[in-house]
């Protein structure tokens, strides 16, 4: 039954509770509005038909004509490679779509190149105090907006089968390390392809064998990922690993989109 919203002839009655926006706006609804973010975006992931997605990370500060304006250029094309190779498996649902955070900088480039291709892209953006703005190249019907930052990395690592991770900072160090958490203690019940783009870079800002000499991770860790620096080696990786695990085998009942990740028990 619909529910018209109380207007002031109506004096004295309170709207159904969720009309209410005052409640749904109080400390007591917040359990109501991290559930809407689990499901608003659930409902249009449906409703395009996106199974699962290839997510990029990277600084929001590199600019296509800076400094590191090559990463940018190359998540560009990385992005029109993946979209290209996705759009010729035929599938009735749309697989391995780019992903990203939905900003400016390396998300855009992602969002760019995917959009250039004639392909379905993501936009995953978080508001913030200095106010990030959705970047134009996301398709309008999978551009969301988060306020809980735990809510936005649920959709980054639940639905990725690929993470490419270019140059960045805090952030990207941040959502790096947690997809490699999960990945190393098992909670994701899924196999997920980790490719750090830009050897020299990121050799110089991690340096995982100290990590493994002081013994703070196991010698096997360190090939929880890998490394690319061009878009057709990051490309050949995927298409191998993406191969192997989720198209060469049968489809099994219950994996039409979105096919979210089972966490391990």
Known sequence: MKHKRITPSHEGRRPVAYLNESFLESADARPLRIVSEYLEPLSHFRGEKVRDTVVFFGSARITEDGPMGRYYSEARALAGLITKWSDSLQNTNYRFVVCSG???GIMEAANRGATE???KSIGLNIGLPFEQEPNPYITPELAFEFHYFFMRKFWFAYLAKALLVFPGGFGTLDELCEI???V???KLEKKIVIVLYG????????NFDALVKHG????????????????????????TYLTRYYLEPEPQPGTEAPEIAKSRV
């Not at 050897?199 to 110089?204: A, C, L």
């Not at 991770?217 to 090939?223: F, K, N, Y």
């Open 184 to 186: 190393q203690t098992r």
């Open 102 to 104: 939905g900003g400016p």
């Open 199 to 206: 050897s020299e870079y990121w050799k110089e800002i991690l």
């Open 117 to 119: 291709a004639g392909g």
């Open 216 to 239: 703070m991770i196991s010698p096997e860790d360190v090939e929880l990922f890998q490394y690319a620096d061009t878009p057709e080696d990051a490309l050949k990786t995927l298409q």
């Open 180 to 182: 490699l958490t999960l």
